[in-house]
């Protein structure tokens, strides 16, 4: 079956410091992939959707971006926080057919001080 | 207008209850749509597929209508672990989707 791993599940990083999230699949070939960021009470704002290696494209302008240097492997990056960016991160897959539900990570949040 | 809008809620219902929650949406052209259960603090969880014009999976029914472009859920027999937040989605043509900010549910002893 099919497993998404995404770490770490906390980090307090200080504003201005860099940051990388990294996410991988296991149990499938050729995914999509996403990145989701969840303000507080707020609903999923997707950032970045992959579907294959090296190709990623951008949802919304910001400081973050995102690579995909293997099938499986996401990772979500930023040389500099802000502290805007503190939020609940999500990664997710889905398979490489059009219409299918996103599967999601257990989540990292991150705090910005 | 949002591609995806639900009540906020809070639904507050009794143990037993049966609740439904309706999720409107824009652009007719989406052919697919789920309905995702989030716990606080956790990653959003599929719930149910909704393809074509409806399905049931237990106590949970989702129907889809196409024509005043809204689906909704119900859930029958409300158990106190059903107490989430939960997510209307609809495709958005190829691999991505739209989530709806979500509808809150408490369920009460």
């Known amino acids: 079956s099919q497993t998404i791993h995404q770490w770490p599940a906390t980090l307090v990083q200080p504003v201005g410091s860099p940051l990388s999230l990294e996410c991988t699949v296991e149990g499938t070939s050729n995914p999509n992939l996403y990145w989701y960021r969840q303000a507080a009470g707020r609903g999923l704002q997707l950032l970045f959707y992959s579907v294959g290696i090296g190709q990623i494209s951008s949802e919304v302008p910001q400081n973050l971006s995102a690579s995909r240097p293997q099938d499986r492997q996401f990772i979500l990056s930023s040389k500099k926080l802000l502290l805007s960016d503190s939020g609940f991160y999500l990664c997710a897959w889905s398979t490489g057919l059009s219409n299918q539900p996103q599967h999601f990570g257990d989540g990292t949040r991150l705090s910005i001080l | 207008r949002k591609e995806v809008e639900q009540d906020p809620g809070p639904f507050n219902v009794p143990e037993g209850a049966t609740v439904a929650f309706n999720c409107t949406y824009s652009n007719s052209a989406s052919q697919s749509f789920f309905w995702y259960r989030q716990d606080c603090r956790k990653e959003p969880k599929l719930l149910m597929s909704v393809y074509s014009s409806g399905n049931e999976d237990g106590r949970f029914t989702a129907q889809l209508n196409r024509a005043s472009q809204y689906i909704s859920l119900l859930i029958r027999d409300s158990k106190l672990s059903d107490s989430a937040t939960y997510l209307c989605?609809?495709?958005?043509?190829?691999?991505?989707?739209?989530f709806g900010a979500g509808t809150r549910l408490f369920v009460k002893a």
């Open positions: 989605v609809k495709g958005a043509g190829g691999f991505k989707t739209i």
